[in-house]
Every structure is written in C-alpha cells, then in structure tokens.
C-alpha cells in the first residue's frame, strides 16, 4: 500500500467525511442497529452493496486520472463543464427538481432550431463517469451526500497533493462524485487503481462504524475487533472492483475510448441504505448530514 493512502483514508483528514454517517444514523433510530452484532450485520450488507460499487467507481476514477495524467496523453473533448448556477435552498421543491446535468455540450443553439455539430462530439471523461455514478445513486440525498464529500475531498486534495488532473476534474466538474473525486485523489496520492479501491470500501465501512460508536456508545474495542474481521472482505472487494474497473486492453479496439466498458461496471444497490438516507434527509432532528 502507498503510504499516501494511509493519510487520503484517515478520517482526521479534513474532508468532512466524519459529518456522514452513511446510512447508520438511521439504522439506530429505526432500531435497526442497537448493539454489535446488529452493527454487524449492517456493516456485511453496506460493504457487499453500496461499498463493492463505490470501489468499482473508485478504480475506474483511479485508472482515469492515471490515463489523463500520463505523458503526451490525448484530450480530443471539448471545453470543460461550466460552473453550475447555486442549488436552491432544501425543500420539498429542491428534492423534487431533477439536477440538470449538460452532459453533451456544443455550440450556441441555432434559431432555426438545428443542432450545431459540435454538439454530437465526445463529452469529457469525467463527466461520463460522473454520469454513471449518478444512474447507480437511486436515492437524491445520496447523490446530494455523495457530491459533498466529493467537492469537499478535492478540495483537500489539491492542497495535499497538488496535480493537473485535479485541477482539470474540478473545472470540469466542480462537485463530483465521491468515488470519482476519491479516484482521482488516490491518483494524485500515487495510489494504484486497485488501493483506491481498498479506500473506498475501508471508507464504506469505518465511516458507519464510528458514527454507530458515537449514537449508541459502543465498546470502540469491539467495533474495532468488527471491522478488523472485514479486512479479508475488503481486500477481496478491492481486487475484484479493479479487476472490473480495469478490464485486460486486449479486448479493447483501436478507437475504444477511455470510457469504454463503464456501463458495465457493477450497480449494485441497496434499497435499505437508500430508504434511511431518504428518511434521514427529512428528519428534523439529527447529528450527521447523512
């Protein structure tokens, strides 16, 4: 492991990651999670679903940043994503609006109401990452969640390991994704595709563990002892998700193009974790943002 992970995955890396609780806030106070075995449980579901596709992201984000960031790389896409207009304040009209996401871009629009042709070209890379990673986020508060931690870890990022590709990703998207703002981190950091993988499910399931420490006042001895015995599930989740991530270039054609075979990237989903993290956004009372 590059030694760089070590600090990119300490939750007192100041990244916001500790206002989250992913989903476990509410677990506790539907009585879902109310001592360690139940802990348990929640952790082994969140790890082999939103966990597992957060890895998958986060390798291909990786593997991205590793392609764009290497010497004489081709940037054959167009202009990058302007910045988007301020989200309007949360209500009930805020989690009913659908975000708008100009994933294709062009040319002014005509007054006879063609297309220009610079409308049909490539978008960015990273916007069609982006784009896969919301149509694997059924639930808006994750997605509103998930663009947080992920604004919130580039900025970081580009202070602690300053990179052009960090710099490219956030003006072409300036709240991405957490798996694809972690991608490219790792990158930045000298990670491999395969331990940002490992980071993004250590992240899937420390996170929750803490939080659960937190609201139910847990033994941190025995919640450690868990989430020790999860290492063997994060390894194996890690190398599958760069194995799917980074598919063998032998099958690849010659005008196949970086996001080529993203459709095909695991959705796994969890409609658990998606109903507390809807219900969360409504609650009036709460300790974490998510």
């Known amino acids: 492991m590059h030694p760089s992970l070590l600090l990119l995955t300490d939750s007192r890396l100041p990244a916001g990651g500790h206002a989250h609780s992913g989903g476990i806030e509410r677990a506790v106070a539907s009585g879902a999670v109310h001592d360690v075995p139940s802990?348990?449980?929640?952790?082994?579901?969140?790890?082999?679903?939103?966990?597992?596709?957060?890895?998958?992201?986060?390798?291909?984000?990786?593997?991205?940043?590793?392609r764009l960031g290497a010497p004489h790389a081709q940037a054959p896409h167009l202009t990058p994503h302007p910045t988007p207009a301020p989200s309007p304040p949360p209500g009930p009209a805020h989690l009913s609006a659908p975000r708008r996401r100009d994933v294709v871009r062009g040319g002014p629009a005509r007054l006879d109401g063609a297309q220009p042709a610079e409308a049909t070209a490539v978008p960015h890379p990273w916007l069609v990452l982006d784009a896969e990673v919301d149509a694997r986020t059924a639930s808006p508060a994750q997605r509103d969640a998930s663009r947080t931690q992920g604004r919130l870890l580039l900025r970081v990022a580009r202070r602690v390991w300053p990179s052009p590709v960090l710099d490219d990703l956030v003006t072409i998207t300036p709240s991405p994704h957490h798996p694809v703002a972690l991608g490219a981190a790792a990158r930045a950091a000298g990670a491999t595709p395969e331990e940002a993988a490992?980071?993004?499910?250590?992240?899937a399931v420390t996170g929750p563990a803490t939080a659960a420490v937190r609201l139910l006042g847990l033994d941190p001895v025995a919640v450690h002892a868990l989430l020790a015995d999860l290492t063997p599930g994060l390894t194996v989740a890690a190398a599958a998700a760069a194995a799917q991530a980074c598919p063998s270039t032998t099958t690849a054609t010659a005008t196949a193009t970086a996001a080529s075979g993203w459709e095909t990237l695991p959705a796994h989903s969890s409609p658990a974790l998606d109903l507390l993290a809807e219900q969360h956004a409504q609650a009036k009372v709460r300790l974490f943002i998510s």
Request: aromatic fraction near 6%; include cysteine.
């Open 39 to 66: 802990l348990a449980s929640f952790l082994h579901g969140r790890l082999h679903t939103a966990g597992t596709l957060a890895a998958a992201l986060t390798a291909a984000a990786c593997m991205e940043a590793t």
């Open 198 to 203: 490992l980071a993004a499910a250590y992240h």
